[in-house]
T-cell receptor, first 113, second 113 residues
Framework: DAGVTQSPTHLIKTRGQQVTLRCSPK?????VSWYQQALGQGPQFIFQ???????QRGNFPDRFSGHQFPNYSSELNVNALLLGDSALYLC????????????FGPGTRLTVT | AQSVTQPDIHITVSEGASLELRCNYS??????LFWYVQSPGQGLQLLLK??????LVQGIKGFEAEFKRSQSSFNLRKPSVHWSDAAEYFC???????????FGDGTTLTVKP
């Protein structure tokens, strides 16, 4: 049973560029949440996707957007990258929008130079 | 708004000694509470969770946590620490009306031989 997978593992981008991160949820899960974890901090909730729609959103600007596909996989897009966007981006999946038992992927380390 | 405070940034214990990691939360209603562990380069693994019922919760790897409503605390304990427990530990709270979690900034555990 595959757990949550994320790609790529590491990514280096330049300020102003755009980036797309990908997540495949644990088998059987239909809800995907994205978190940003800056160095030395806890994860911060970006948004959650359920039934291909954004259902919840944290305090992140519109530069952060996402998508969920019919197979429940998800993408996180960040436009106009800033140095402060450098972080570990974590994807978590769960079965159902209101279920708190989330399974996290290993994350994508984004470095913006 | 919900929030989580982990007062100890870094804790060092000797192998075989007992461990207690502190977590204080702020939330208006009965919270959903979680402890996660994160090893270097890896995602978050759920150790245990509290939704309701018995205030002493047992988790994986020999960990337990106690929910104390009067103190707004959910401290994590382990009677005997193993070298493999060295990692970052995060406490999180989930609101009952939203499918997202708010994390503390974590406590780094170092285990001395």
């Amino acid at each position: 049973d595959a757990g949550v997978t994320q790609s790529p593992t590491h990514l280096i981008k330049t300020r102003g560029q755009q980036v797309t991160l990908r997540c495949s949820p644990k088998s059987g899960h239909d809800t995907v949440s994205w978190y940003q974890q800056a160095l030395g901090q806890g994860p911060q909730f970006i948004f959650q996707y359920y039934e291909e729609e954004e259902r919840q959103r944290g305090n992140f600007p519109d530069r952060f957007s996402g998508h969920q596909f019919p197979n429940y996989s998800s993408e996180l897009n960040v436009n106009a990258l800033l140095l402060g966007d450098s972080a570990l981006y974590l994807c978590a999946s769960s079965l159902g929008q209101w279920k708190y038992e989330q399974y996290f992927g290993p994350g994508t380390r984004l470095t913006v130079t | 708004a919900q929030s989580v405070t982990q007062p100890d940034i870094h804790i060092t214990v000797s192998e075989g000694a007992s461990l207690e990691l502190r977590c204080n939360y702020s939330y208006g209603a009965t919270p959903y509470l979680f402890w996660y562990v994160q090893s270097p380069g890896q995602g978050l693994q759920l150790l245990l969770k509290y939704f309701s019922g018995d205030t002493l919760v047992q988790g994986i790897k020999g960990f337990e946590a106690e929910f104390k409503r009067s103190q707004s605390s959910f401290n994590l304990r382990k009677p005997s620490v193993h070298w493999s427990d060295a990692a970052e530990y995060f406490c999180a709270v989930g609101a009952t009306n939203a499918g997202k979690s708010t994390f503390g900034d974590g406590t780094t555990l170092t285990v001395k031989p």
